[in-house]
């Protein structure tokens, strides 16, 4: 399922299929870029999208009907641009397609073919589809006048694709944006309210002001509903009456704290601070409450004692990621995980009933934050079959945590899987003896399996017994699949 448009697909690769041939490396370039942006792309927008290309096209074979349509419904291409793809007749009837296809627009008309540089073409050879963009160099300068691709398993790889994914992540956003208010506009709708995102922004302490402005001006640029302004009041039953109306109101409370521990409510108790109070009062009464410290925090730095306690106790509390987060990073991804978790919660809003309710087939991936780079083939395969994924990356917490949203997932999808890849056989038989129990208390319909990725695992290991196990250590594997989605009635082919 695509994020932009179900019809369709969210990004084509157009590429030469030179540069997927095998040169001794360990991996092929092109079909490694492809899958590392599938899973960086779900990172950043909190679910999966369809990322497209063929790495089977002969590109000496007439043009393909199936080809065509993937152009033409594709949101976003990306052109690997090299001596062979400006040689490529193929990829240049790929370029044609595209521009020919019927477009949403972007806020600032941004173009949506986004040229990646395997070698270090001249501007004026680019595609002029792509003209007044700046490009993406993945090519190691120094080497020659036209330089190389760079090594897909390095890190220098690794960071210009998620300069890329950034740029795409908005490219997406604003098309989906223009999709839905299309749709809005063709059905008159007086709910637009009722459907707003609110975030409370909890006070912070002064060198953190920068920061909290920053994220309050991003969010509201992203037509977020931003509660900032508590205090006032002042007086300290005041001040908890409105932070208490304030963080019940929310989708998700946000709390920046760093090495100081801010303005105290009561001169003659320095140890109530406001963002220590508001902390304490979201962690009793809010849906969703991130922690975000800054890159500069160092728990060292805090002379404070009970303001170091306060920090010890935040960071031993038992969490999931659904429902209380700690983060500690640049404020660009602080953004970042805000809006990954208005995403989750527009999924669940998307599916408040039984799935078997709607006809439509859905499915729960239950997994810990160790194994995200295993499931790309997996999410991208459900997607295929046009089942809606809920992908919930998870910390070392049991799902007694934040149980009442574990239990919603279940209730709300008609496949559970559990992806088992480098996190231990504890972790795994823990969430599905959970899930197991709650399937048979509520009488659900959910059906269970086990995505089993890499590495190896013995035959000991991966012996459940009460559930499907789809091994997939070596290759991906769609038959493995199959099984679990033959049990669930309305799964198309």
Known sequence: MAYVDDQGHDVFISYAHNDN??????????EHFGKQLSVKLLKQLGEAASVWWDPELERS??????????????????SLISPSYEKSAYCQQELAWFADR????TKASRSCV?????????????????????????????ASALSRPLDACGKAFSDRQWTLVSELAVILEELKDSKQRSADASQPSNDQESQAYNVFLATAADDLASDRRFLKKEL?????NVVSKIPPPYDEKGHAQATLDAVSGADLS????????????????????????????ALENARRQFILLPESFSQDAIIDEHYSGF?????????????????????????????????????????????????????????????LSHISDLVGYL?????????????????????????????????????????????????LVEAFKLITEKGLSTRMGIYVAPPDKSAEQINFGICDVMLNTKVFDPSTIEPLLKQVSGTHK
Do not use: C
């Open 102 to 105: 019927s477009v949403l627009k």
């Open 220 to 224: 509201e640029k992203e037509g977020i």
């Open 383 to 431: 997607a295929n079959r046009s089942i809606a994924t809920v992908t919930v990356p998870a910390s070392d917490t049991t799902p007694k945590v934040g149980w009442d949203l574990f239990e919603q997932y279940l209730r709300s999808t008609q496949l559970f899987i559990v992806v088992y890849g480098a996190v231990g056989r504890e972790w795994v038989q823990e969430r």
């Open 21 to 30: 041939e095998d040169d001794g490396a360990s991996v092929r370039w092109v």
């Open 254 to 281: 946000v709390h920046l704290l760093g090495n100081y521990p801010g303005a105290s409510i009561d001169e003659d108790n320095p140890t109530r601070t406001f963002p220590i109070e508001q902390t304490k009062i």
């Open 311 to 371: 920090i010890d106790e935040l960071q031993q509390k038992p969490r999931a990621t659904e429902q209380f987060q700690i983060i500690k990073d640049s404020r660009q991804q602080m953004l970042s995980e805000i809006l990954q978790a208005r995403q989750l919660d527009k999924k669940i809003a998307a599916y408040p009933g039984e799935a078997s309710q709607t006809g439509a087939t859905s499915a729960f991936v239950d997994l810990h934050v160790s194994d």
């Open 114 to 142: 986004l040229p990646v540089l395997l070698y270090n073409i001249p501007f004026e050879r680019w595609p002029e589809l792509s003209q007044g963009t700046s490009g993406f160099d993945f090519y190691e300068p120094g």
């Open 61 to 78: 074979q007439k043009f393909d009907d199936v080809i065509e349509a993937a152009v033409r419904k594709s949101a976003v291409m990306i």
